[in-house]
């Protein structure tokens, strides 16, 4: 019998044996590619941020109150636990960001699993595998967020009536939406009200009797976010000024992040250049939008003809999934890059198959949406092509009884590393002469400040030096970035943090000087108290490559 009037979306039924062992094969599957596709090289600025943060929680300093971040604490505390459990080094983190990525492909096939068939459900699958591994980006925290977001959806999106323990899912649900905003607080959000919007169409067309189950899901759903919200929001509030959590989470990613930071969208011309040159990948943005307007149309195209009825007749699922998509452009079209469109394109697939699987406009709108996932997939064909290309190569010299060089290259980080931190990931050589002449002569309680070779106008730092050198900074805001540490107050307040804590070393690296983006951020202040600061308190030492090490022109002795 179908689940919703008219359309043929919630009629699968999938066998419980097929269904575990399909999704045992996709995550086997997932976990192999991307393990086998990593990249190395070790991000030095937004990978940088989540091993410094993750250290800083395992030695007792707080987000916003001890180092300023964007992120929420999620991040940090989950790898930093990990950091206590396995050790401090890249390998754990590169784990868990493998286990985050293999989870959101496994969540896209148990969502799909909710109305589509398997055929369908594995190729929409391999699209967001393909995806991530394209992405990639280590670390960033977007990836634990989106697979809460999926799993959340999951669980919201069962049938009211027939589900196996309703209650429990509902809770667990609402905890893992939560759990997304300590996460990001912008996907989280974005989460909940997707979650919201599968609660209110969970249970269409079920007459007078619809009120009183609702009103339980409502609660179930509510107290699994509130369970997992309230007492992080309420230690943070105890233990962090409202000051610094106003200024970390509202004022700096509404009024400053968006003027300095924003990207414009690529040429449209780059959809339809050969995918398979450098750069042709960026135009893969313009996906979420194809598709997400796609679905909306269709979805909105279905309500207006079937009127009230039709709209409590659309599934929960397809609808909240193209709600989320859309949200998520918000963040994407800010600073627009394939990383930063993540969100919206992994929501836009599952949203498009889904609304393909439930046919609400016939044959016409299935036709409609092939010819959007053509047009979405055109940049995919690229990073698919070497893929396929580095499988093939992979294959035919285990053929001859050698070992593929990937494999060589993934034992060589993992078994011989440069540095016990950098395990299982490569970086250039003066990197790892920088970190290891700081970790050799940094005294024990002393800190050490990496900055820019200018800091009236920033692009961005080296973070990933402080973990590399187990060292920490000397100022909360170690992270460099422009609108912030280019402004005259913060300047001066890292003056006076350098001059209570002063630093036995400053690392000065100019390799991103240079660079420019279309936005305010390429802009000098005209702000030189810092650069001033330093030049008058510091000299030159040693150079290693791009980085100069200043040394006290005044004996420092630890705090």
């Known amino acids: 019998m179908p689940a919703f009037p008219g359309l043929p979306f919630g009629q699968v039924q999938h066998r419980p044996t097929l269904r575990f062992l399909t999704i045992t094969g996709v995550a086997l599957f997932a976990f192999s590619a991307l393990l086998l596709s990593t990249q190395l090289d070790l991000r030095a600025y937004d990978e ?21 971040t964007l992120y929420g604490p999620g991040a940090f505390y989950a790898l930093g636990a990990l950091f206590d459990a396995f050790g401090h080094s890249v390998a754990t983190s590169r784990a868990l960001d493998l286990g985050y990525k293999t989870g959101i492909v496994v969540a896209s096939s148990l969502v799909l699993s909710r109305g589509c068939r398997w055929p369908l459900n594995i190729f929409s699958t391999g699209v967001v595998l393909l995806l991530l591994i394209s992405i990639q980006q280590p670390g960033f925290p977007i990836f634990p967020a989106i697979l809460m977001s999926l799993l959340a959806l999951y669980f919201l999106s069962a049938p009211p009536v027939g589900s196996a323990w309703p209650g429990l899912r509902l809770l667990a649900g609402g905890a893992l939406a939560g759990g997304a905003v300590l996460y990001r607080t912008d996907l989280g959000l974005y989460a909940l009200l997707a979650c919201t919007v599968a609660l209110f169409l969970a249970e269409p067309g079920s007459g007078p009797r619809r009120l009183q189950p609702e009103r339980s899901r409502w609660i179930w759903a509510g107290t699994g976010v509130l369970l997992v919200v309230v007492p992080a929001a309420a230690a943070l509030a105890c233990a962090v000024p409202a000051s610094d959590l106003y200024q970390d989470l509202v004022r700096i990613p509404v009024q400053v992040y968006p003027s300095v930071r924003t990207l414009p969208w690529p040429e449209p011309d780059a959809i339809w250049l050969n995918p398979r040159q450098p750069g042709a990948f960026t135009a893969v943005v313009y996906a979420a939008v194809i598709a997400t307007g796609c679905c909306l149309a269709i979805w909105a195209t279905f309500a207006f003809r079937r009127g009230k009825s039709g709209a409590l007749a659309i599934p929960p699922l397809p609808i909240a999934l193209t709600v989320l ?14 990383v930063h469109m993540a969100p919206a394109l992994v929501a836009s697939t599952l949203a498009m198959t889904t609304t393909f699987a439930a046919r609400p406009a016939g044959r016409p709108g299935s036709c409609l949406i092939i010819v959007a996932a053509f047009i979405c997939m055109w940049p995919l064909l690229g990073p698919a092509w070497r893929l ?4 093939k190569l992979a294959a035919k010299t285990a053929m001859t009884g050698t070992v593929p060089a990937i494999w060589t290259r993934i034992a060589d980080a993992c078994g011989r590393p440069a540095l016990a931190r950098l395990r299982c ?4 050589e003066d990197r790892v002469d920088t970190a290891r002449f ?7 309680g002393q800190t050490v400040y990496v900055g820019a070779g200018r800091h009236d106008k920033l692009f961005m730092n080296d973070v990933s030096l402080y973990f590399l050198s187990g060292t ?41 000087d240079l660079i420019e983006e279309p936005n305010l951020g390429r802009v000098s202040s005209g702000v030189t108290l810092l650069d001033d600061y330093l030049r008058d308190n510091y000299a030159l030492h040693r150079t290693i490559g791009p980085y100069s090490l200043l040394a006290p022109r005044r004996p420092t002795s630890p705090p």
């Not at 998509?325 to 394939?338: S, W």
């Not at 396929?388 to 499988?391: P, T």
């Open 325 to 338: 998509a859309a949200l998520c452009l918000i963040k994407g079209a800010i600073r627009v890059e394939p």
């Open 48 to 68: 940088g941020l989540m091993l410094y943060g993750a250290e800083q929680v395992t030695k007792g300093k707080l987000p916003y109150r001890d180092f300023w």
């Open 472 to 512: 920490s900074a000397p100022t909360k805001w170690h992270d460099l970035h422009p609108g912030l540490q280019t402004t005259a107050e913060i300047q001066q307040e890292m003056i006076a943090d350098l001059r209570r804590t002063p630093p036995a070393w400053v690392v000065i690296d100019e390799e991103w």
């Open 438 to 444: 700081l970790a050799d002569h940094t005294p024990a």
């Open 425 to 428: 990931a490569t970086t250039t």
């Open 388 to 391: 396929e290309k580095e499988l």
